[in-house]
């Protein structure tokens, strides 16, 4: 008995230090229930189609990812503005000028570059609280998509079509979200700068006495995040044929939603785009299921603070069991 008794503790420590190492399993587990339970209502659920409709969500949610892990409350509410930016700007200045092309793809990822790097610079130089500075990024950026388009804009017979369906034999979701991951892989996997995010956003006072540049690497994450909301504008127009401003809000408070469900840290120096990944899986599965079932929108937001409450406490606890032990 007493063996037992002593093992019993030590196999409740293991489960929840693994829990805590992978905090996106609570999303992933919700995830793979949905998407089972999905199959099963719908027989007619197609691969390609899904995963065109999931990567503007899954795009928004990896694009907030860099910002939080910065740490400081690095939450960044321009994100869906800046993705709306993007797919105006191709719409109404790369397209009639002759770059709508796969050109156009690296120039808007730059132009979302600029625009994190600026929010980073105001953050960082102005010493400013960073829900306030992307809060005013957000503002700034919604005005400007609806002065470039105060109506939508139709766009047709471009390449960007392929992500509402397949590229080849590939589908088209799937490569919209290997954008993002590849260039977080660049950044992150071939330099020093994924430690260096985790060094900042875990204690920024260490890391620089440390010598590490903290100013920099929270600007790039800004940045970073800014080239990698840029791929969803390309995406919006892709499964909509149109450039429309009233997207700007559409994905500010959903990719919150996602990346927190998915188990990030929101205090920073944590996770990845994995998080992201997931969390925004299971929200949209979500979203499906609902659908099927007819249950009625207003019970959505319901429903989402229910699971965002229960992943929070979920982590807590799993963070918790390793520290006690």
């Not at 009233?246 to 785009?273: D, E, K």
Request: no cysteine; net charge positive; glycine share 14%.
């Amino acid at each position: 008995m007493s063996t037992v008794a002593q093992r019993t503790p030590a196999i409740r420590r293991d489960r929840g230090s693994r829990f805590a190492r992978h905090t996106h399993l609570f999303a992933l587990v919700l995830a793979a229930t949905l998407l089972i339970a999905n199959l099963a209502l719908q027989p007619r659920f197609g691969v390609t189609a899904q995963l065109a409709a999931l990567a503007p969500l899954g795009i928004a949610a990896m694009a907030s990812v860099p910002s939080i892990m910065s740490g400081r409350g690095g939450i960044d509410l321009s994100v869906s503005p800046l993705m709306t930016l993007s797919g105006l700007l191709y719409a109404t200045q790369l397209q009639p000028a002759g770059l709508g092309g796969y050109v156009a793809l690296p120039l808007l990822m730059a132009v979302g570059a600029l625009a994190g790097t600026v929010t980073g610079l105001l953050i960082v130089v102005g010493r400013l609280q960073p829900i306030v500075v992307t809060l005013a990024m957000f503002f700034v950026l919604t005005g400007l998509d609806l002065k470039l388009s105060p109506s939508p804009t139709t766009v047709s017979g471009t390449w960007m079509a392929g992500f509402a369906g397949s590229m080849g034999p590939v589908p088209g979701g799937l490569v919209a979200l290997a954008v993002p991951v590849a260039v977080w892989l660049l950044v992150t996997r071939l330099t020093t700068y994924g430690s260096l995010l985790r060094a900042v956003g875990g204690n920024d006072v260490t890391a620089f006495t440390s010598g590490v540049p903290v100013g920099a690497v929270r600007v790039l994450a800004y940045a970073l995040g800014g080239a990698m909301a840029a791929v969803g504008g390309l995406v919006l127009i892709g499964l909509a044929s149109t450039a429309d401003a009233g997207t700007s809000t559409a994905y500010t408070l959903i990719a919150i939603a996602a990346v927190s469900l998915g188990g990030l840290p929101l205090q920073g120096g944590g996770g990845g785009i994995a998080n992201a990944l997931v969390g925004a899986a299971a929200i949209y599965l979500l979203q499906s299921l609902l659908g099927v079932l007819q249950v009625s929108q207003t019970w959505l937001q319901v429903i989402y603070g229910a699971l965002l409450i229960g992943a929070v406490l979920f982590g807590a606890i799993a963070a918790r069991e390793p520290k006690e032990g």
